[in-house]
């Protein structure tokens, strides 16, 4: 994982590095289907949305993780 700066935002944009993408890659090949495809379905609902929407899905499901939040949506 490698942060970025994300320009106009004081906050910083993540994302996985070369490797991390190979590794991801070799992980999904010897993954029963399932384990993969339960992956991947995850990992295109999170990549999306913005970063509010997660956060809002994980606040409103359970609204004590938001109670010392520096994030409002």
Same mark, same amino acid.
């Given at each position: ?27 999904? @090949?010897? @993954?029963?289907?399932?384990? @993969? ?37």
């Amino acid at each position: 994982m490698q942060a970025l700066d994300a320009p106009g935002y004081s906050w910083k944009k993540y994302a996985l590095t070369v490797a991390g993408v190979a590794r991801a890659r070799e992980i999904l @090949a010897v @993954a029963p289907g399932e384990v @993969a495809h339960r992956a991947v379905e995850t990992k295109n609902l999170i990549t999306g949305k913005s970063f509010s929407g997660p956060l809002g899905d994980v606040y409103s499901r359970y609204p004590a993780f938001a109670t010392n939040s520096l994030f409002r949506s």
